[in-house]
């Protein structure tokens, strides 16, 4: 009997379903690309903000460098992408609420590093959402070396300032040269020197960190080695640049001239600089970890495979989330317009004349004249900040100083260091002076959010040579000049600027 013809065809039902194929790299890659467009359209001004600064100020013209040398890091790590996958985690999306929330409230606060730091947060989430942990813990160096896109540390150029200028005074001290320290300004029997924001070596510092970060990732393995680089990073710079400006002074000793000793010291400060890092380079390399076999992926569990459902709930709840802070702060700045500008009537004190308005004094070859922005109560402080720079120029070379206010507060002024032109600004709200701390960005923003408060008040008082007059460039002239005229508008400027702060 033909045994054959007595088995029955299989089932379709007892037959297993294949596993469900995986998507790939292409529709993950699809899908990651359209979130990080949208994350550029809904942080653009974290953007603009961030390519303006890169190309105004000399400490982050390193920034451009960021993207290749990120995507070479990326390169070198390609193997790790053998039996990788793509494995969406939706779930990971949810991170992105506490990250829009702290975009709300350093929006708020009107602090843009704040913002720019969240939303770069913000870009990590979708990736990790999109494309899954084992992917992102495999090129955590590279996704984490992208921070440097960021220009953070302006917060530190103030105390970076104080001490450089401290390291001088201490150095002056110990090789016994006569001086006398003032604030930021140091004076020896050679001339007058000011340690300007130029000078606190935040250029250096911020340098350094991106190199000490790249050495660490291409020649260090281990956690620790690569934690010492990065302090080292961090504390040379400021010790080095110390020395370098304590140099400079000293050498004006020798030379008989301060112009000579600090011309082109920003190009020597470099080259100081240099030698500086090539040392840490050297020291380094006897502890170099990159001749061992390249470490592969760290083990993972197997990924599931790509469902299109789970990368398209990926890719959009992470950009759906995350524009939920910019949504909001859209609405609360509704019908906020641009800040009204005042010209006040100024007081005048011995030695300067009024027009017949008031509103400009001639005071010794210089004339001076000033205006006050009054801003909308539900403004945040970076309209502030960002009338502040736009009034400065951005420029971190020139001569700046603190004159104080009676009552508390201060102006503070910047100095041409080749022009008779100087600038004083002071900030008001909720009728007192501010410098513009966290303190009141917390208050502002209390006032934005609730109503009813305050509103931030900015003065501009601007000294700028008389065109009827010779020019002549006297700086200690124009201080005097600037000294007696804002001390003279106790009960004029300041008063006015007081009352317009309270939101009356």
Not at 14 to 30: E, M, Q
Not at 320 to 339: D, E, R
Not at 371 to 386: E, G, K, N
Request: proline share 7%; charged share 10%; aromatic share 8%.
């Amino acid at each position: 009997m033909n045994m054959m013809g007595r088995i029955a065809a299989p089932r379709a039902a007892d037959v297993a379903a294949p596993p469900p194929a995986d998507l790939g790299w292409r529709p993950a890659l699809v899908v990651l690309g359209l979130g990080l467009l949208a994350w550029c359209l809904l942080f653009s001004e974290e953007i603009g903000a961030a390519v303006r600064v890169w190309n105004a100020s000399t400490a982050y013209n390193h920034c451009w460098l960021i993207a290749p040398i990120a995507a070479w890091l990326f390169w070198q790590r390609r193997h790790r992408l053998d039996g990788l996958a793509p494995a969406p985690l939706p779930l990971a999306a949810l991170l992105a609420i506490p990250g829009a929330l702290a975009w709300l409230v350093a929006e708020r606060l009107g602090i843009m590093e704040g913002r720019q730091l969240v939303a770069f947060g913000l870009a990590q989430v979708l990736v990790l959402a999109v494309l899954g942990w084992p992917f992102v813990r495999a090129f955590i160096g590279p996704l984490a070396y992208l921070v440097f896109l960021v220009p953070f540390g302006g917060f530190a150029v103030g105390p970076l300032q104080h001490i450089t200028a401290r390291f001088i005074d201490i150095g002056l001290g110990v090789l016994g040269i006569t001086h006398f320290t003032d604030g930021l300004l140091i004076e020896t029997p050679t001339g007058l020197f000011h340690v300007a924001e130029a000078c606190a070596g935040l250029r250096f510092i911020i340098a350094a960190l991106a190199f000490g970060a790249l050495y660490a990732l291409v020649i260090f393995r281990s956690f620790w080695r690569r934690a010492i680089v990065m302090g080292l990073a961090l504390v040379v710079p400021v010790v080095a640049n110390g020395i370098r400006a304590l140099g400079i002074v000293v050498a004006a000793e020798y030379l008989g001239s301060a112009q000579a000793a600090a011309a082109d010291h920003i190009i020597y400060g470099w080259g100081f600089f240099s030698a500086v890092i090539l040392l840490l380079i050297l020291a380094g390399l006897p502890f170099r970890e990159d001749s061992s076999p390249p470490a592969s992926a760290p083990p993972a569990l197997p990924p599931q495979p790509a469902k299109a459902a789970r990368l398209a709930v990926a890719g959009v709840l992470s950009v759906a989330l995350g524009a939920s802070g910019p949504a909001l702060a859209a609405g609360l700045a509704q019908g906020v317009g641009a800040p009204a500008v005042i010209t006040p009537r100024l007081a005048a004190p011995q030695g300067c004349e009024a027009n017949a308005a008031g509103t400009e004094l001639a005071c010794e070859g210089v004339i001076v004249s000033a205006r006050l922005l009054v801003f909308a109560p539900r403004v945040t402080w970076s309209a502030v900040s960002a009338a502040r720079w736009e009034a400065i120029g951005g420029s971190d070379t020139v001569v700046t100083y603190d004159l104080p206010m009676r009552g508390g507060g201060a102006w503070q002024v910047r100095q041409g260091n080749a022009t008779t032109d100087s600038l004083a600004l002071a900030a008001w709200l909720d009728g007192h002076a501010t410098g513009g701390g966290l303190s009141a960005r917390i208050a502002q923003a209390r006032n934005s959010l609730l109503g009813g408060g305050g509103a931030p008040v900015l003065a501009m008082v601007d000294l700028r040579a008389d065109p009827a007059q010779p020019a002549v460039v006297d700086t200690r002239r124009d201080r005097a000049v600037l000294e007696a005229v804002l001390a003279a508008q106790a009960h004029t400027l300041m008063a006015e600027a007081a009352s317009l702060s309270r939101g009356r």
